[in-house]
């Protein structure tokens, strides 16, 4: 039998539900969370293909079967985007394909070539951002006064968000977590920036 993608995320639940598999189950399997699990089911977000693959192992089917012929995620067109953790978008310029680095997908209105999603994991950037939150960064957009911007930090594992400023030929970089201290680009080598927040989605 095979599946549409459009249904893809009924499906997921279907086999889950045979198998007598709960949410929190399943994830265990797959090494993700029962937020994700719930994600599929509810066609907010998608499997990456790792994933795809075990859940085809876990439910003993083809991936025609669960996802249909055409429903293998296009990374960055038709606004599946990759969801990048905030280690791997740190070392953004060394990343060959976006898609090897992600286990996991979101939708979203961006179709830009290398554009990927980030979600805020701490309370340091509020209150422009909450931790829940999701973002969507475009790598290949010019930057303007008072953008929010995605900075590698070349001796950190981490990347930052921060707000761009241009005063002539200087560019200033300045935190939103009120610990840090504003970074003066030209001077430090060891900052470069990664890319623009184009689309902020709030958890609630």
Known sequence: MI???????????????????????????????????????RNTRVPSDPKRKKLCEVFSITEPELFGADA????????????LSWKCANRFHDLTVLDETSEE???S????PRAFSMRI????????????????VN???????DDFVI???????????MRYKKYR???????????LSPLLLKLQDRYSIIGKVIERIKRY
């Open 151 to 161: 900075l590698a930090d070349a001796q950190s594992d981490s990347a930052i968000l």
């Open 109 to 112: 209105t961006v179709s830009a």
């Open 72 to 83: 293998a995620p296009q990374v960055n067109q038709h606004g599946i985007l990759p969801v």
């Open 121 to 136: 994991e701490s309370d340091d950037f509020e209150p422009e951002f909450r931790q829940g939150d999701s973002i969507t």
């Open 3 to 41: 599946m549409k993608a459009r249904e893809t995320s009924s499906i997921i639940r279907h086999y889950r539900e045979c198998n007598g598999f709960t949410q929190i189950e399943l994830a265990q399997m797959l090494d993700v969370t029962q937020n994700t699990i719930s994600a599929w089911e």
């Open 139 to 145: 790598p290949d957009i010019p930057l303007y006064n």
């Open 105 to 107: 997908y979101v939708s």
């Open 169 to 179: 030929d200087t560019c200033f970089l300045l935190p939103l977590n009120k610990t």
